[in-house]
């Protein structure tokens, strides 16, 4: 019986049952293997659900769930995560896993085909991680030959990460398609799970083929917490001029023992910067990792200053925000932003609560938009936020979803019937002048601002 079915099924028949699988590997379910359509259903598709995820959580959820492959469970998640870029968002997911009918289903199941084009432009990357030779193959005849060296190569670095088997023989069938060596391609090996020393030994296998190691491969390591992997590098690659980058993801990841390893090799200073540590607390504090934060306090290198606060809001942990709080760390309405961007209701309305300054120009709702987010531009409406005095919060609001690639007309459309004020001759001058940027939008947002214009004189 499958791992999830135990916890989501099979516990469920009787009280002796569940007694009896207590364990969290009966009681955890994984996202990342098959969910029962009906548990998940249950639990995503009811009230509240999603209120205390992050933007980054909710699209880990779709990520997670089209990677799956349970197509009654994606449609769900779709559902649940109100995100306007949401099909694009799954189907590099499921490319990368290789779940190609899933990726069909997707195709079908959109009615906007600009909400897939450029995803498909990175179909090839996502099958050269996620499938076979034989698929890579196939996929290469209609896609590959007229790619870039530039797009090669990101082709060839993802099969250099690829967890398939069949990983190596990908990379040579690349080259062999003039697809060159890259610094890339060691960065995604050191990015691997290292549990049975795979990557360690992937990497002794590129470096011997001649792909170079550098920096980047120092940083990777860091960010996905692969200490084995980032001794090695550590002893291979000198600190480098950048090297502040690899602290700051650790910490970012909440990678503690990689952030110490760092700390202790010099990685993180530099004579120019000599406190490039504050970053590495800004990092952590976006992440949200609480025990990060407390070992740099214990090292005495926790400055108490806005910026940390204000990416503590991004993180979207109202722990950590409460922690920061308690000792004295200053804030202003940047927070307010910045929870609005991390997508986390949760932290917002606690923010609210303490009388964190609230941004009354509307942007919080351009920041919304920009994320096609549509449960945090609810909960902004909810709150009371303004929707500022300019008047030109509607116009920033398309800017900044179809510069994100984003659909703007569900988010548009629903700020009109909110009652967001808009000068319609003043935004239609300036959308008209969009056909050279984005003509994909252009018309279809002046026939919503006419629909608007026709209610409003009825």
């Given at each position: 019986?499958?791992?999830?079915?135990v916890?989501a099924s099979f516990r469920?028949?009787?009280?002796?049952?569940?007694?009896?699988l207590?364990g969290?590997?009966?009681t955890?379910i994984?996202l990342?293997?098959?969910?029962?359509?009906h548990?998940?259903?249950?639990?995503w598709?009811?009230p509240?659900?999603?209120?205390?995820?992050?933007?980054q959580?909710r699209k880990?959820?779709?990520s997670?769930?089209?990677a799956?492959?349970v197509?009654?469970?994606?449609e769900?998640?779709?559902?649940?995560?109100?995100?306007?870029?949401?099909?694009?968002?799954?189907f590099?997911?499921a490319a990368?896993?290789?779940q190609?009918?899933?990726?069909?289903?997707l195709?079908?199941?959109?009615?906007?085909?600009?909400?897939?084009r450029?995803?498909c432009h990175?179909?090839l990357?996502?099958?050269?991680h996620?499938?076979?030779l034989p698929?890579l193959?196939?996929a290469?005849?209609?896609?590959?030959?007229?790619?870039s060296?530039?797009?090669k190569a990101?082709v060839l670095s993802?099969a250099?990460g690829?967890p398939?088997?069949?990983?190596?023989?990908?990379?040579e069938w690349?080259?062999?398609?003039?697809?060159?060596?890259?610094e890339?391609a060691?960065a995604?090996?050191?990015?691997l799970?290292d549990d049975?020393?795979?990557?360690?030994?992937r990497l002794?296998?590129l470096?011997g083929?001649?792909y170079?190691?550098d920096?980047?491969?120092?940083t990777?390591?860091a960010?996905?917490?692969n200490?084995?992997?980032?001794?090695y590098?550590?002893?291979?690659?000198?600190?480098g001029?950048?090297d502040y980058?690899a602290?700051c993801y650790?910490a970012?990841?909440g990678?503690?023992?990689?952030?110490?390893a760092?700390?202790a090799?010099?990685?993180?200073?530099?004579?120019?910067?000599?406190r490039l540590?504050?970053?590495s607390?800004?990092?952590a504090a976006?992440?949200?990792?609480l025990h990060v934060?407390?070992w740099l306090e214990?090292v005495?290198l926790l400055?108490?200053?806005?910026g940390?606060?204000n990416?503590?809001?991004?993180?979207?942990?109202?722990e950590v925000?409460a922690w920061l709080?308690?000792?004295?760390?200053?804030?202003?309405y940047?927070?307010?932003?910045e929870?609005?961007?991390?997508g986390c209701?949760a932290?917002?309305?606690?923010?609210v609560?303490q009388?964190?300054?609230?941004?009354d120009r509307?942007y919080p709702?351009?920041n919304?938009?920009s994320?096609?987010d549509?449960a945090m531009a609810?909960c902004?409406?909810?709150?009371g936020?303004?929707w500022g005095?300019?008047g030109?919060?509607?116009?920033a609001?398309?800017v900044?979803?179809?510069?994100?690639?984003i659909?703007?007309?569900p988010?548009l459309r629903?700020?009109?019937?909110e009652g967001?004020?808009?000068?319609?001759e003043a935004?239609?001058?300036k959308v008209?002048?969009?056909?050279?940027?984005?003509p994909?939008?252009a018309e279809?947002?002046?026939?919503?601002?006419e629909?608007?214009r026709?209610?409003?004189?009825?």
């Open positions: 019986m499958a791992v999830n079915d916890a469920q028949v009787n009280k002796v049952t569940a007694e009896r207590v969290p590997q009966h955890v994984r990342s293997q098959p969910v029962p359509p548990a998940f259903a249950a639990h598709l009811a509240g659900t999603t209120r205390g995820l992050t933007l959580r880990q959820l779709l997670l769930t089209a799956s492959g197509l009654p469970n994606l769900v998640a779709l559902q649940a995560v109100g995100l306007v870029g949401g099909v694009a968002e799954a590099g997911a990368g896993a290789g190609l009918s899933t990726c069909q289903w195709r079908d199941y959109s009615r906007d085909t600009e909400d897939l450029d995803a990175f179909l990357i996502g099958v050269a996620g499938c076979d698929a193959q196939q290469w005849l209609r896609f590959g030959p007229d790619l060296p530039d797009q990101n993802s250099a690829s398939t088997p069949d990983w190596a023989a990908k990379v690349l080259e062999a398609q003039g697809a060159p060596r890259n890339d060691a995604k090996a050191a990015a799970p049975d020393g795979g990557a360690l030994a002794a296998w470096r083929r001649g170079p190691i920096d980047e491969a120092v990777a390591a960010r996905c917490g200490t084995a992997v980032l001794q590098l550590l002893a291979v690659v000198p600190a001029i950048i980058a602290a650790a970012h990841g990678h503690l023992v990689s952030l110490q760092l700390h090799a010099g990685w993180h200073v530099h004579p120019d910067q000599p540590l504050e970053s607390a800004v990092w976006r992440g949200g990792h934060m407390a214990e005495q400055p108490l200053h806005r940390v606060f990416a503590a809001a991004g993180s979207g942990s109202v925000l709080a308690a000792r004295g760390c200053l804030t202003d940047h927070a307010f932003s929870a609005v961007y991390a209701e932290a917002l309305e606690w923010l609560e009388g964190c300054p609230m941004e509307g709702y351009v919304a938009c994320n096609g549509m609810r902004l409406r909810r709150l936020v303004p005095s300019e030109n919060v509607f116009y609001a398309a900044a979803a179809a510069d994100e690639h659909n703007p007309l988010l629903w700020m009109l019937q967001c004020p808009v000068d319609v935004v239609r001058r008209e002048e969009w056909p050279r940027k984005m994909q939008w279809k947002v002046l026939g919503l601002l629909e608007h026709g209610h409003q004189q009825a």
